[in-house]
């Protein structure tokens, strides 16, 4: 059965969220039956496309590749992230998220909180968008990895920030890059579930981009965990495959036509 944003809110104080990317149909058919929530991040940008950062992502990629994702999920919530300069204003949120729902079909948009951003992102859940919020470090806004929430000012300014996204009518947070004590007491201050990525084990849930647990992008910093090294695994495959080739092994008959 299909997941809904009711069901995952009230899994708060229930059970952790499983959460994670996809970009493509492939990883979208398996992540489907062991997520609650499956992103299509703007990190595709930096995971797919190998850019430097997410800064140039066009609404265009993301639609794309939500369609792939978004029909090949039957029971994960499939939610797309809202790229750079498309909710610069109220007007043009409204019009990029309707564009964004009606061409995915997705449950639901993300959208990261640059600090101001909460009339923006209200406009767009008073059309009836589920929205997920970002905070704490916001890849959008920033070229470098930043942890933040070390100081007790620090903490006050993101807790600020979660309220408020909470008083927006974002559904879940995701919670990027902060101190286990600043993830612990926005969680506690919250009703809607924050969803951690180098946030602790105090989130109501956890995501990583799946190109990075599954040791394939490279892009290891310390809080993501390589479940599976699937660099090694192609390689050897792809090693199999050329002395196959050199050898004149494949194609074998069974093989051929
Ligand atoms: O773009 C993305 O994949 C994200 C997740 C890392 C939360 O925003």
Known sequence: ????????IKTKNKR????????SKPIAKILDKYCDIVLVGDSLATA?????????????TMIQHGVSVSSNLSKALCIIDMPT???RNIREAKKNAL??????KCDGVKMECNGKNFKIIESVVKLGIPVMGHIG???QHYNKFRLSGSLKRDRSKLLNE???????????????CVTNIAAKEITQSLKIPTIGIGASIHCDGQI????????????????VKKFVKLNNIIKKGVQKYNKAVLSRKFPSKINTF
């Open 1 to 8: 059965m299909k997941k809904n944003i009711l069901k995952i």
């Open 16 to 23: 952790p969220l499983v959460c994670l990317t996809a970009y």
């Open 48 to 60: 797919m496309y190998g850019m430097k950062n997410t800064h140039n992502v066009t609404l265009e």
């Open 85 to 87: 300069n498309t909710y």
């Open 99 to 104: 564009l964004l729902v009606r061409k995915t």
């Open 137 to 139: 470090f916001t890849p």
């Open 162 to 176: 979660a309220k408020k996204n909470e008083k927006a009518g974002v559904f879940s947070i995701v919670v990027e």
């Open 208 to 223: 990583l981009v799946t190109d990075d647990m599954l040791g394939l992008s490279g892009f290891y910093p310390r809080f």
